[in-house]
């Protein structure tokens, strides 16, 4: 075989490997699923049952994530650590943001099942909604800022942006083939050393966690970061989801984060790229059912760090 017919069968078989990554990447976010099997634990309850403070979830803009859906074992967590979940399933204004606490959004976009997951992304809150939130938090609120993989961070990029967060609206990966979970450890450096990751007690002190795919971004405000991306990773950035060629953009992911904290006027902000590693799902691949969350098994620690991340958007955890 000649050099010429070499090269077009490896070009050949690169993007029927792409189209098959593709396809994959499709049939997992049709299949996934809460998993009702998985059952949380809390050692040591934050507030006694139904006392604690009130936790808003956004389920009004499109989000992939709700309390009912798929965010149920992340609500399940905190109610049996004593928090109060509500769901919240209209536009954003002060008087809503009233009764909360803290104020979660996770995978927010315009659209919601209906939407087309190819560029331009448009932006799932409008410029009222960013400036309330703001304000609420500026005023004292938290805020739980959680956006995956493409479309999801150029959905929320406005609402990043005005904390001075930078999304990037594609997958971070090592690359197309390769490296979708990460584990962040203190012994690598990915983790970082915070209140977070120390907890209120050395029992709930955390050495690694799990995350499965998601984005990466960087700062242009004082941001402490929890979770380092690697150095030898990028964010490739398709014009549709899951859509991955060798003309495909990407950066590099060296200086990004994939989690961090930041506080912003008398508020807090935790901002993480990634939305699977607050959940336990299940999800079917090649007629196979895996788990991917809290429930799976590298991820043993995920759960007391959600728990610490609320912690610290709750003022038990000092930065």
């Known amino acids: 075989m000649n050099d010429t017919c070499s090269q077009k069968v490896s070009c050949a078989i690169g993007y029927l490997a792409l189209a098959c990554i593709t396809l994959v990447a499709v049939e997992a976010i049709g ?15 934050a507030f006694p049952a139904g006392s604690g403070p ?41 008087a809503s943001l009233r009764e909360a606490r803290v104020f979660v959004i996770s995978n927010a976009v315009a659209g919601g099942d209906d939407a087309e997951w190819v560029l331009p992304t448009p932006p799932a ?16 609120g938290s805020l739980l800022l959680i956006a995956d993989h493409m479309p999801f961070p150029g959905a929320t990029a406005d609402l990043a942006n005005a904390f001075g967060v930078v999304f990037y609206n594609g997958y971070a990966m090592k690359s197309p083939t390769e490296g979708r979970t990460l584990s962040f450890a203190r012994s ?27 984005q990466a971004f960087r700062f242009v405000t004082e941001v402490q970061p929890l979770m380092r991306m690697p150095d030898d990773w990028f964010v490739y950035l398709p014009r549709e989801a899951g859509e991955f060629d060798e003309s495909t953009p990407y950066v590099s992911t060296r200086g990004l ?19 699977a590693m607050f959940t336990a799902q299940t999800r079917v691949r090649d007629g196979v059912v895996g788990t991917m969350g809290i429930n799976h098994p590298s991820a043993p620690e995920n759960a007391q760090f959600v728990l610490n991340v609320l912690h610290w958007l709750t003022g038990l955890l000092a930065d």
């Open 125 to 140: 809150f409008t410029a009222t909604e960013i400036k309330a939130i703001v304000q609420w938090v500026r005023d004292g």
């Open 257 to 275: 984060i994939q989690g961090g904290v930041l506080r912003f006027g008398s508020g807090r902000v935790a901002v993480f790229g990634e939305a």
């Open 54 to 94: 009130v936790v808003l979830v956004d389920a009004a803009h499109g989000n992939f994530h709700t309390i009912d859906g798929r965010f149920a074992a992340f609500a399940e967590l905190l109610r049996l650590d004593g928090y109060r979940m509500r769901n919240s399933d209209a536009a954003v204004t002060t």
């Open 188 to 214: 690598s450096g990915l983790l970082s050393d915070h209140a977070i990751t120390r907890g209120r007690s050395e029992a709930e002190a955390i050495q690694s966690v799990t995350s499965f795919t998601g």
């Open 31 to 45: 299949q996934q699923v809460a998993d009702d099997n998985w059952v949380p634990t809390v050692n040591k309850p």
